[in-house]
């Protein structure tokens, strides 16, 4: 992002040395590749916190060539078997580390079950990105405009996370801790995510993006289940995009909760939500303004696409 | 000349596409030499500073690495003259010396035996630099307390060229008037293949592969800053993964990189990133043209005066940045009947990227700009916004048409095309309508607009140096297979498609006997390169000359061969027959091979050898404009009207394109899927341009867009059905009538797709839009003005 003064005029570093920004191709680094998991958390402990996963890559490759990270080692986990399943086991579903996006957005199981994540992969890049790239990587990196993170709070997804150590297991609402930031430890992996299964829920992901397939300005992914009366319960939704991290937006949640979904009550959760949302994100795309009133929008069109 | 034409007009596949679509195309990044090395740049951090110490040291002690240098070293290299005696001096040296005006700016150079290599010693350089305060802005550049990017100037103007026409003044008193400041934003060519630089110096001759539009000029360019005749150098242009104007700029990498090949007696390259290429490549438009037009009361435009005020950047670029400046005001009264202007330009100096070249060249900032104007008059008169400018087009009658800007407009379909492009709009408009009316999220809109290009222009007015002209020399070889060579370059458009079948045309030979060799200064004769639209026609005006002269001799020839007299004789199919007499007839096989091996066949006053070479420059043009900036530009004036279909999502402001209409008119179309290429690829660019790509910068003079995350140029997502209808009024002086296609496209989707998006949400009474791109937060800002905003607000 190149070199940014405090105050305008003020002589700022008169010695410029090196800025990370300067470089675009990867800074030499030590490549692994093992064949079980046991190693990757071998090799992370022994680095502790200079060594990073390379899974799917969409995310690290980028920030290699551009020498934001500069990792002593690269852990490849394309041949741990163990972390490549992608099951359902009592009612919940197991996504390992190794599971691509498109593998995932392809299952019927999942469309089946958990549908939200079904919805929301196609918005994940394009096709290419998805082929390559990973759920939990996606998760693991935590770009705050990211779907994945957002399907994971929505869900209340369990993150399984591993060291030598031992294993850890954290509720994804509180995994999220900043943009790029995750309660993961230095010598931690997050091995698998756990996502609850329904049958009975509905789904939604409504989401603005400069283009088809780039990150979003502003995007809900939502969860809700109508009873026979035509009343909402467990309702879950979850933005992205507008601020540091995915929100769950509870207040609205709460105000929908066992009722029946009017134009009047879209308008009140759709203002609640705008006024709601922690809107701290801008850039060259938008300001927080903009962001925090579409996210209003763009919760009442999820609202409304789940209870149609 | 052959009485039988068969190839103008004929949809016949590109010859270039074998090879550039089955990786058989050879880029710069494909040159690799024997004990080839190379280079990475250190690049200024800083928007402005001074450069107080650059300690190499460090870098040098790196095992592998050939050497690390700064402008210091470059004691034996000449900065670009400046030509331009309008133009405040710019000296523009290969790397910087004394000061940094921009972001990306080439302080230092560190070569080894590879990039990655390179890169990692690079970052052991140390600079040390002294920041300057920032000027980002134009406003910020006038200031009376302005730093300055030019110690020796007094302020931070390059160029100034104010305008008083006093017959436009006199238009203003007891008008309507209307105006506004239309601006369109930075962005830039950003072709799929970046800059790139290989050379070699071997036995006193240097060789130099660039990705170029222009390598004739680059040569000489070589030749005035480094301490070689031209004779010693050749400038390659080997494929070019597109240009767009871009790589019609001189760069300094492209003097650096030969100079290390030179100083270090290794091949070296350089092949840049996008990073670089974004931060370091020209960026282009960042013109605001502020506009006021006196008009009758039934909308006839009477005259328009104003200012084009252009940020440049750091002004450090060759050909200048400011010269789509002045391009704009010669194109401001498009294809109007507008009797009088009165628009100045000024450009200034600012800490960011220099500006240069880009597809369209002005044009479509004037376009934006009269366009948007003339929506605004028919707004405030009550009139039909398509009707306004049926009142204000030029129509056949007026032709040829002299605009208040200079420019003859010596033929053209203006109104046809409209009203084509029109209807064809209007039904898109209703089949969307009826498709999306169930969506209550979307309100839909169109925008029909009208230009003029000037095509072949002239290249005087902006590099100050060179004209217009261009040239071929034809070969027959002796089996009758012709090598034809030309000034001009290509960067992927389909010229060597097009001059194969000009000179299968002009030849009478089959379209598989023509080899057309080009981008070579030592296969080639001088010529000015690839922009302007004019490839095709000054390429083909030198090879219809050259083909008459080849095909004087060969006719000869042939009648003798025949006992025939020469004129019995016609041309085609690759034969020469004799008129009246079927069935005898002779091959260009024949006739070469008499000219070049069994010349004991000749003619007695026929010399061997059957080669010829003609240059060509078209007529009419004028290179210097008359005190009111009047001049007439180019050789001819391709036309278009564009038509927009846009959905406006009110709830988020997202502009969706849904259908895009073009009636076009470059005269006689020599290849329809071509010129379709052309069309369709410069309206990809123009949505783009209206929509989403900004080069950003923030307060401090950063850049904010330096990858494909930030800057987005448009995918096929974003683009939508087209299409294009083509009208033919031929050039009356060109040769085969053609008109040049290449900038048209781009010119268009802006002030269409404002215009859509503004119809779209005329009934929430909306504010006026004036600049691009145009983004969801602004189309959003739109519906707030107009009060319509969907829940919550």
């Known amino acids: 992002?190149?070199?940014?003064?405090?105050?305008?005029?003020?002589?700022?570093?008169?010695?410029?040395?090196?800025?990370?920004?300067?470089?675009?191709?990867?800074?030499?680094?030590?490549?692994?590749?093992?064949?079980?998991?046991?190693?990757?958390?071998?090799?992370?402990?022994?680095?502790n916190g200079e060594a990073r996963v390379l899974a799917g890559g969409q995310s690290l490759i980028p920030l290699l060539n551009f020498r934001?990270?500069?990792?002593?080692?690269?852990?490849?986990?394309?041949?741990?078997?163990?972390l490549r399943q992608l099951e359902v086991e009592?009612?919940?579903?197991?996504v390992g580390a190794a599971v691509t996006q498109n593998t995932v957005e392809r299952s019927s199981d999942v469309a089946r079950l958990c549908p939200l994540l079904t919805k929301a992969l196609p918005f994940v890049g394009h096709v290419q990105n998805r082929v390559r790239g990973t759920v939990v990587g996606s998760i693991a990196h935590a770009d705050p405009a990211a779907e994945m993170p957002a399907v994971a709070l929505a869900l209340q997804a369990t993150m399984v996370a591993r060291?030598?150590?031992?294993?850890?297991k954290i509720p994804a609402d509180q995994f999220f801790l900043g943009p790029f930031t995750t309660a993961l430890k230095p010598d931690e992996m997050l091995v698998e995510v756990r996502f609850p299964t329904s049958r009975?829920?509905?789904?939604?992901?409504?989401?603005?993006?400069?283009?088809?397939?780039?990150?979003?300005?502003?995007?809900?992914?939502?969860?809700?289940?109508?009873?026979?009366?035509?009343k909402a319960r467990d309702v879950a939704l979850a933005l992205f995009g507008v601020g540091g991290s995915p929100?769950?937006?509870?207040?609205?949640?709460?105000?929908l909760a066992g009722q029946r979904i009017t134009g009047d009550l879209l308008d009140q959760v759709a203002a609640l939500a705008s006024h709601n949302a922690r809107a701290d994100s801008e850039d060259v795309h938008a300001d927080a303004g903009y962001r925090a009133h579409v996210s209003g929008v763009l919760v009442r069109r999820a609202v409304e696409e789940m209870t149609r | 000349m052959t009485s039988r034409p068969s190839h103008i007009g004929a949809n016949v596949a590109r010859v270039e596409d074998d090879r550039l679509l089955s990786g058989g195309a050879r880029f710069v990044a494909d040159v690799s030499l024997p004990g080839m090395l190379e280079a990475a740049f250190y690049r200024s951090p800083l928007p402005h500073a001074l450069i107080e110490a650059v300690d190499t040291d460090e870098a040098l002690q790196v095992s592998g690495v050939a050497g690390a240098f700064t402008a210091e070293d470059m004691t034996d290299v000449s900065p670009f003259p400046d030509f331009d005696q309008r133009a405040r001096p710019v000296a523009i040296f290969p790397l910087a010396r004394d000061k940094v005006r921009y972001v990306g700016a080439p302080i230092a150079v560190v070569v080894a035996p590879d990039r990655y290599e390179a890169e990692d010693a690079r970052d052991l350089l140390t600079v040390d630099l002294e920041p300057l305060d920032p000027v980002v802005s134009v406003d910020e550049a006038l200031a009376a307390d302005a730093p300055l990017l030019f110690g020796e100037w007094p302020d931070n103007i390059v160029i100034e060229a104010p305008v008083a026409n006093p017959e436009a003044m006199a238009e203003f008193e007891g008008r309507v008037t209307v105006s506004g400041r239309y601006e369109v934003g930075r962005h830039a060519g950003v072709p799929m293949e970046t800059r790139g630089v290989a050379a070699e110096y071997r036995d006193g001759r240097l060789t130099v592969w660039t990705s170029t539009q222009f390598p004739h000029i680059a040569r000489t360019m070589l030749s005035y800053c480094l301490p070689l005749d031209e004779t010693d150098i050749r400038v390659i242009a080997p494929d070019v993964g597109g240009g767009f104007g871009v790589k019609a700029e001189f760069y300094p990498e492209e003097v650096t990189i030969p100079w290390l090949a030179m100083r270090l007696g290794r091949p070296v390259r350089w092949i840049e990133d996008r990073r670089e290429h974004l931060i370091a490549a020209c960026h282009a438009r960042d013109l605001v043209l502020d506009l006021e037009a006196a008009v009758d009361g039934?909308?006839?435009?009477?005259?328009?005066?104003?200012?084009?005020?252009?940020?440049?950047?750091?002004?450090?670029?060759?050909?200048?940045?400011?010269?789509?400046?002045?391009?704009?005001?010669?194109?401001?009264?498009?294809?109007?009947?507008?009797?009088?202007?009165?628009?100045?330009?000024?450009?200034?100096?600012?800490?960011?990227?220099?500006?240069?070249?880009?597809?369209?060249?002005?044009?479509?900032?004037?376009?934006?700009?009269?366009?948007?104007?003339?929506?605004?008059?028919?707004?405030?008169?009550?009139?039909?916004?398509?009707?306004?400018r049926r009142r204000n087009l030029i129509g056949p009658d007026d032709l040829p048409y002299t605009t208040s800007a200079g420019a003859i407009v010596d033929s053209g379909s203006h109104r046809e095309a409209f009203e084509e492009t029109v209807r064809l709009t209007s039904e898109r408009l209703d089949r969307w309508r009826?498709?999306?009316?169930?969506?209550?999220?979307?309100?839909?809109?169109?925008?029909?607009?009208?230009?003029?290009?000037?095509?072949?222009?002239?290249?005087?007015?902006?590099?100050?140096?060179?004209?217009?002209?261009?040239?071929?020399?034809?070969?027959?070889?002796?089996?009758?297979?012709?090598?034809?060579?030309?000034?001009?370059?290509?960067?992927?458009?389909?010229l060597e498609s097009m001059l194969t079948s000009l000179a299968a045309e002009a030849l009478g030979v089959r379209r598989d006997q023509v080899r057309v060799v080009m981008g070579d200064t030592d296969r080639t004769p001088y010529g000015l390169g690839s922009w302007g639209s004019r490839s095709t026609n000054v390429a083909s005006g030198a090879l219809r000359e050259a083909s008459s002269l080849l095909l004087e001799k060969a006719t000869r020839i042939a009648a003798h061969l025949m006992e025939a007299s020469p004129d019995d004789i016609e041309v085609y199919g690759g034969r020469f027959n004799v008129r009246g007499s079927p069935g005898m007839s002779v091959t260009w096989q024949q006739v070469a091979t008499t000219a070049n091996i069994r010349t004991i066949d000749l003619p007695e006053d026929v010399k061997p050898g059957l080669e010829a070479a003609a240059t060509y420059d078209p007529p009419g043009i004028e290179h210097n404009p008359d005190q009111y900036g009047r001049l007439n530009s180019s050789a001819t004036y391709t036309n278009a009207s564009h038509g927009a279909v846009v959905s406006v999502d009110v709830g988020t402001g997202k502009v969706r394109v849904l259908d895009y209409i073009v009636g076009h008119d470059c005269g006689t179309v020599i290849n329809p899927q071509i010129v379709r290429g052309q069309v369709v690829g410069g309206i990809a660019q123009g949505i783009g341009g209206a929509l989403l790509e900004k080069l950003h910068y923030d307060e401090w003079g950063n850049p904010l867009s330096t990858s494909f995350l930030d800057y987005h140029l448009p995918t096929t997502t974003e683009i939508p059905n087209m299409v294009v209808r083509h009208f033919e009024s031929p050039a009356p002086a060109m040769p085969w009538g053609a008109k040049g296609a290449g900038e048209a496209g781009i010119i268009g989707p802006a002030p269409a797709i404002a215009a859509a998006i503004e119809e779209a949400l005329s009934d929430l009474g909306v504010a006026e839009i004036t600049r691009t791109p145009i983004t969801a937060p602004d189309v959003l800002s739109l519906v707030f003005s107009g009060g319509g905003q969907e829940h919550p607000g």
């Open chain 1, 1 to 47: 992002m190149g070199w940014r003064g405090d105050e305008r005029g003020r002589k700022c570093g008169s010695r410029v040395r090196n800025p990370d920004d300067v470089s675009v191709k990867p800074p030499p680094f030590k490549y692994a590749r093992p064949e079980s998991l046991d190693e990757v958390l071998r090799i992370l402990s022994e680095y």
């Open chain 1, 68 to 82: 934001l990270a500069r990792p002593q080692v690269l852990v490849d986990i394309a041949l741990v078997r163990e």
């Open chain 1, 90 to 94: 009592r009612g919940v579903l197991r």
């Open chain 1, 163 to 168: 060291s030598a150590a031992g294993v850890r």
């Open chain 1, 200 to 230: 009975k829920t509905r789904a939604a992901v409504t989401e603005v993006a400069p283009r088809s397939g780039d990150f979003a300005v502003a995007g809900v992914a939502g969860k809700l289940v109508t009873t026979r009366a035509g």
């Open chain 1, 247 to 255: 929100q769950r937006l509870h207040d609205v949640e709460a105000r």
């Open chain 2, 298 to 388: 039934d909308g006839r435009f009477r005259a328009v005066r104003g200012m084009a005020i252009q940020d440049l950047g750091s002004a450090e670029m060759y050909p200048y940045g400011f010269s789509p400046a002045f391009t704009a005001v010669g194109h401001i009264t498009g294809p109007y009947r507008i009797p009088h202007q009165s628009v100045g330009v000024i450009a200034v100096a600012t800490n960011k990227t220099p500006c240069g070249a880009y597809r369209g060249f002005g044009i479509p900032e004037a376009a934006f700009a009269m366009e948007r104007l003339m929506d605004k008059a028919a707004d405030h008169l009550g009139i039909d916004r398509r009707q306004i």
């Open chain 2, 434 to 494: 009826a498709r999306l009316a169930d969506d209550p999220h979307v309100r839909l809109g169109s925008g029909v607009v009208n230009y003029i290009e000037g095509v072949t222009p002239t290249y005087y007015f902006t590099s100050g140096h060179w004209t217009s002209f261009d040239s071929c020399t034809i070969r027959m070889n002796p089996d009758g297979t012709a090598l034809v060579s030309v000034g001009v370059s290509t960067s992927g458009q389909g």
